[in-house]
């Protein structure tokens, strides 16, 4: 029986070690993927961690590029051979009041990809065929991988930060080296945040057409707009609101934060907005897959073999990262 190979995480706060297995047969509207590259996102480290709800044993990676080896009964759209993204909405059930009212992101009955169902840290992956994408061509399966989450969910957050002109990024990590690039390409002022010090992370934002680039520490030297919070640490978000003008918005973008700290009622007075954002829906993916190529983004990852997931994840986080960090079956470790 042929086998697959991937990386898998017993019980929160361990570590990832390589399991054989059984290539799976895809059911009905799915499909098998053999996994091109996955990309490593903030919330693997969550999952890794035990900070947000997840199955144990599980497979994680939701930023899967790869190619249809065989569809299930049912699939329409697909056949093997394509090429297709696999993003973290994994299935919704369509028929809660959130499916039913064009928000199946808050799906009372939904499946993640690499949380809730067995994800891209492997060789072979099955997907329901209705979450999948195809995705642009201009991007290789590398390049094209952290599109998969840190660019459509951190482009739902853009689309929440509303239409203003001066846009905050706090923590520039992988969304946010996308999400700037969207940003100028729609003729915003972007500042970006990061940690006191890391003078590599603000050259890499000046780098990508930033205006500014400082602590998060520091307050705005212009009054924002709108800001985006990619970095799961709370007491950016009084910090984030004391630089948003009136109906500023302070969008919190990653599934998990340490608490918020309290701050004075005349911080969010006029009318200032802070809101989560949670998941994706399919129209933000086929939205931001249609803007994303003439937008000009390029990604900037580091590759690691499939077997170095645990080394990936302790780059990310450690902060040491430019960029994002990609998995890629048979690269040689
Ligand atoms: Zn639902
Ligand atoms: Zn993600």
């Not at 190979?5 to 361990?14: E, F, H, R, Y």
Request: net charge negative; charged share 20%.
């Amino acid at each position: 029986m042929p086998s697959m190979i991937a990386m898998q995480l017993d019980a929160p706060g361990g570590r990832l070690h390589r399991v054989e297995r059984a290539i799976p047969r895809p059911g009905a509207g799915e499909m098998l993927v053999e996994v091109a590259a996955c990309g490593v996102c903030r919330t693997d480290l969550h999952v890794l961690d035990g900070e947000i709800p997840a199955r144990y044993p599980i497979v994680p990676g939701h930023e899967i590029v790869g190619h249809v080896r065989e569809i299930g009964p049912g699939v329409e759209g697909f056949a093997p051979g394509d090429r297709v993204g696999i993003p973290w909405l994994g299935h919704t059930c369509g028929v809660c009041p959130y499916c039913r009212s064009h928000r199946e992101n808050l799906c009372d009955h939904p499946e993640f990809t690499g949380a809730t169902r067995d994800g891209g840290y492997a060789t072979h992956v099955v997907a329901d065929a209705h979450y999948c994408f195809a995705l642009p061509d201009g991007y290789s399966d590398v390049e094209a991988a952290p599109l998969l989450c840190a660019g459509l969910i951190g482009w739902r957050a853009l689309r929440l930060a509303g239409e203003g002109r001066r846009i905050g990024l706090y923590g520039f990590g992988a969304a946010a080296h996308i999400l700037a690039q969207v940003a100028v390409w729609q003729g915003r002022e972007v500042y970006a945040f990061t940690k006191e010090g890391d003078e590599k992370g603000q050259d890499f934002a000046r780098s990508l057409g930033c205006v500014w680039a400082g602590a998060s520490t520091e307050p705005s030297p212009e009054q924002l707009d709108a800001a985006l919070i990619f970095a799961p640490v709370g007491a950016l978000v009084p910090a984030a609101l004391k630089s948003v003008g009136k109906g500023g918005r302070v969008v919190c973008a990653g599934i998990y934060m340490t608490d918020i700290p309290s701050f004075s009622y005349a911080d969010l007075w006029e009318e200032r907005h802070i809101l989560s954002v949670a998941n994706l829906t399919r129209e933000d993916g086929t939205s931001f897959f249609a803007m994303v190529e003439q937008a000009g983004v390029r990604t900037v990852t580091e590759s690691f073999a499939l077997e170095d997931a645990n080394a990936a994840l302790a780059k990310l986080r450690s902060g040491d990262l430019i960029g994002a960090a990609v998995l890629v079956p048979g690269k040689g470790g």
